[in-house]
């Protein structure tokens, strides 16, 4: 059980473009989600968390007008990059949880490769 | 804010030998520390999670060891096969309740 499908698995994008990942929950309701990206040799950074039915929660250097994320419901949280752009290239990877707490398990999903050209 | 740092950076060992990661963090205030396996474009895959209150979790060849007050963590791979090259990832969860990653360990396993 507890599995979260993360779609789609790699996207090419033309710069300018946007570009939607989801984020679903299968077999359970998270109530908090959490984003992150993966630039190539480096670590995972976390870019957002965010709650269901609230506005996400954004680390500090992330452009929260540039990466929305919408959390609407208990098995989807979505983000999206708006204009992208080659910068923009990177691996990102949601997790999500049950209850909110720091014993809550966290499930990942498999990640989506994107790359702006 | 938390730091997670992991040494070595690099690794490559021969089959067979043991062999130990280390992550170091900065802030003892944790729920828990997990330890998770990237293969090359991949996502995570975990490997063992000590809560704050262990000291060690096992599972088949590979062994982690929590010392939260020293701020330290090692895994610890037994008789290394060529299956086992992947990055390992150290990571921490505190307050803010999402997880906390270290850069990795890149390990290669040579025949």
């Known amino acids: 059980g507890a599995v979260v499908s993360q779609h789609p698995s790699w996207v090419i994008c033309k710069s300018g473009t946007s570009v939607k990942i989801e984020c679903r929950s299968l077999d359970f309701q998270a109530t908090t989600m959490f984003w992150y990206r993966q630039f190539p040799k480096q670590s995972l950074m976390l870019m957002a968390t965010s709650n269901e039915g609230s506005k996400a929660t954004y680390e500090q250097g992330v452009e929260k007008d540039k990466f929305l994320i919408n959390h609407a419901s208990l098995t989807l949280s979505t983000l999206t990059v708006t204009s992208a752009h080659p910068e923009d290239s990177s691996f990102y990877i949601c997790?999500?949880?049950?209850?909110?707490?720091?014993?809550?398990?966290?499930?990942f999903g498999n990640g989506t490769r994107l790359t702006v050209t | 804010k938390q730091e997670v740092t992991q040494i070595p950076a690099a690794l490559s060992v021969p089959e067979g030998e043991n062999l130990v990661l280390n992550c170091s963090f900065t802030d003892s205030a944790i729920y828990n520390l997990q330890w998770f396996r990237q293969d090359p474009g991949k996502g995570l895959t975990s490997l063992l999670l000590i809560q704050s209150s262990q000291r060690e979790q096992t599972s088949g060849r590979l062994n982690a060891s929590l010392d939260k007050s020293s701020g330290r963590s090692t895994l610890y791979i037994a008789a290394s096969q060529p299956g086992d090259s992947a990055t390992y990832l150290c990571?921490?969860?505190?307050?803010?309740?999402?997880?906390?990653f270290g850069k990795g360990t890149s390990l290669l396993v040579t025949p």
């Open positions: 997790s999500a949880q049950k209850w909110t707490g720091g014993n809550s398990p966290l499930h």
């Open positions: 990571a921490v969860r505190d307050s803010g309740y999402a997880l906390n």
